[in-house]
């Protein structure tokens, strides 16, 4: 049997270099990447990772409908991952049109430049983002699942973080599912869901499965810590390195689920290599919740830094949701994933990696 072959757009970033390395032993891989300078300037490992000459690497943009029909003939895969984005939600409001080009019409031109190849690509799989729950899951004082409203800027100006429904009711926050109503909340989230929507019609009704793994905050060795604008804990790394005290948003409670980049790149090789691909959008975490507070609080105690090197600004972002752990049931019980690697461990590699790239 002739081995499986494999397209990687974006495929020399910090998952997509990974997803890259760990299918290459099994299959035929090409990547797909314009080296976003924002992504690898002063981060050249992930780019040196696929760049052993066991991959192949094609530098050209999603943008360009032309290379990336030409990239997509020349590698006749037969799964796709779609991983190419802009990633930074807080640029996304300042850079609409940019977001739109390269995350919606990038999707456009690879949909087209995957018809226009003919019958062998069998699956496309793309990166999908909890961003576009927005809020997310919640429920009311008695228990029922409630729909949380934007947060009003009037009462966070105020010190009021809370979120609510739209009688004003203070919800609790629950795990968030599929089965919850997509509410995006930034350009980036809009611009993540036509992805996914995108795929799914112009595939529908075809031989092209399309799978959906929306992902947690992603984390670990090789995130940029240069980036202003994505990998929040690599950022803490470099300030950290940089004696700066950490600044921490709104009250400190805002709530992540953060999942480290090996358990996320175990859940896309299953999508492409398992006998029958999950239909259902899957939600990829670690299912734990972890306030950032507490996290910033950790990583300076590995640093051997004060756990108390921190401020709390009461600052926040636009678009900055206030509570997102997965309900990972899913992915566990359809894809047979689950996160091998704690909170706590996790952690202690990027620290021990951004130690080492210093
Ligand atoms: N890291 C996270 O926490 C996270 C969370 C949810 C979803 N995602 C999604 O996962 C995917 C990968 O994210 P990542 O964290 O590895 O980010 P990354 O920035 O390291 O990787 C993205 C890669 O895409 C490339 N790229 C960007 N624009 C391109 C273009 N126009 N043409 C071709 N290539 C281009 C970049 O050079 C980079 O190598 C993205 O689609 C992102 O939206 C990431």
Not at 1 to 25: D, E, K, N, Q, Y
Not at 246 to 259: A, H, N, S, T
Request: glycine share 10%; aromatic share 6%.
């Amino acid at each position: 049997m002739s081995r499986p072959r494999i397209f990687i757009t974006g495929g020399a970033g910090f998952i997509g270099s990974r997803l890259a390395v760990a299918l290459s032993a099994a299959a035929d891989v090409t990547v797909y990447d314009n080296f976003h300078p924002q992504a690898h300037d002063g981060n050249p490992e992930n780019r040196a990772r696929v760049s052993d000459g066991s991959i192949s690497v094609v530098e050209g943009d999603v943008r360009d409908p032309d290379a990336l029909s030409a990239a997509i003939a020349a590698a006749d895969p037969t799964v796709v991952y779609h991983l190419a984005a802009e990633t930074g939600t807080g640029q996304s409001f300042d850079l609409p049109a940019r977001y739109n080009d390269v995350n919606v019409m990038g999707t456009a031109h690879l949909v087209e430049a995957i018809r226009g190849k003919g019958p062998s690509v069998k699956r496309v799989i793309v990166a999908g983002s909890r961003s576009v729950y927005g809020e997310g899951a919640y429920v009311d004082a008695e228990g029922r699942a409630a729909m949380a409203q934007e947060r009003d800027p009037a009462r966070m100006e105020a010190g009021d973080f809370a979120v609510r429904d739209d009688a004003g009711n203070v919800l609790t926050p629950a795990l968030t599912t599929a089965a919850c109503p997509v509410a995006p909340a930034s350009v980036y989230a809009s611009s993540k869901l036509m992805q996914e929507y995108m795929l799914a019609q112009c595939f529908w009704g075809t031989d092209v499965d399309v799978g959906i793994l929306r992902l947690q905050n992603v984390y670990g060795p090789g995130q940029s810590m240069n980036n202003p604008y994505t990998g929040v804990l690599s950022i803490f790394a470099r300030q950290i390195q940089e004696g700066q005290i950490l600044k921490i948003f709104e009250d400190g409670d805002i709530v992540r689920d953060f999942v480290l980049v090996d358990d996320v790149v175990e859940a896309f090789r299953l999508m492409g290599t398992c006998e029958e691909m999950p239909a259902d959008v899957l939600d990829i975490g670690s299912g734990e919740a972890a306030s950032i507070v507490d996290v910033a609080g950790s990583m300076l105690g590995m640093f051997g830094r004060s756990e108390k090197d921190l401020t709390i600004t009461g600052q926040f972002r636009p678009g900055d949701i206030r509570h997102a752990v997965a309900d990972i049931s899913a992915a566990r019980s359809q894809l047979g994933w689950a996160p091998q690697v704690t909170l706590r461990e996790g952690l202690q590699r990027l620290v021990d990696w951004s130690r080492q790239s210093d």
